[in-house]
């Protein structure tokens, strides 16, 4: 696959942001998951801003907190997606088929996609979407969900996803620097199956379940740079 050659739309990233001050199997109390929620949801903010999110797309939109629902993603990409050409950054938890929006409560799923491909039938240029990249657990089951919406390439965690990080930042900083989205991805992810692969320990000659769950597989049509105008 190879990139597609620029063409016409302005570009716009939006940008779902919600971590819940969550983290998979360990109980916490309330005050720290603020901490943790607010912490880590300002750090993303802080990487789009240093890899130079800003310079690069005509809009950035940030959906955070009580704007990470359902339905203010359909309403933003119903919106905008009539004028730019989309990518969308998932910054959130997940389950199987499902993103986890403000406060662990509300959940993107079925009835936000069904929305969308509605949206979607009604004409490409009613929804034009280009990359989805996610960090959110089992990003695998709605891959897709998104290949059906015209998303050119996407990507999936098989099962939970243990490294958010170095995975976002060399992401970032891979894909914002114009390089092809599969790259961007692999990248991501063999950089941080190999500092965590360090930190961890398994029986020798095997893999670490954490990265076996982590593992991230690229989908799509074609592959696509930030670049790509369609």
């Known amino acids: 696959m190879s990139p ?12 779902f942001l919600e971590n819940v001050g969550h983290i998979t199997g360990i109980s916490l109390p309330r005050w720290l998951m603020r901490i943790i929620d607010w ?11 240093l890899y130079g999110a800003h ?11 009580a704007a990470a629902t359902g339905s203010q993603l359909l309403t933003t990409l119903q ?36 929305a969308l491909r509605q949206l979607r039938e009604r004409g490409p240029d ?9 960090l959110n657990c089992y990003g ?23 490294f958010p990080e170095p995975s976002l930042s060399i992401f970032l900083r891979t894909w914002l620097a114009g390089k092809p989205y599969s790259e961007a991805v692999e990248r991501s992810n063999r950089t941080a199956n190999h500092w965590w692969g360090r930190i961890l320990r398994s029986t020798p000659g095997a893999e670490h379940p954490w990265i076996t769950s982590s593992r991230q597989i690229v989908v799509g049509q074609c592959d696509v740079s930030i670049a790509t105008r369609r």
């Open 39 to 49: 912490t880590t949801e300002e750090y993303a903010k802080l990487l789009l801003h």
């Open 126 to 134: 009613q929804l034009n979407l280009r990359m989805v990249y996610g």
């Open 4 to 15: 597609d050659s620029a063409l016409s739309k302005p570009i716009a990233l939006v940008v």
């Open 55 to 65: 310079r690069r797309y005509d809009r950035v939109i940030i959906l955070e907190d």
């Open 140 to 162: 695998l089951s709605l891959a897709w969900q998104w290949l059906e919406l015209g998303v050119q390439a996407a990507n999936g965690a098989v099962g939970v996803n243990w």
């Open 79 to 114: 919106t905008i997606g009539r004028t730019h050409t989309v990518d969308l950054l998932l910054l959130a938890h997940g389950h199987e088929g499902r993103i986890v929006g403000y406060q662990g409560q509300e959940m993107v799923g079925e009835e936000t996609f069904a």
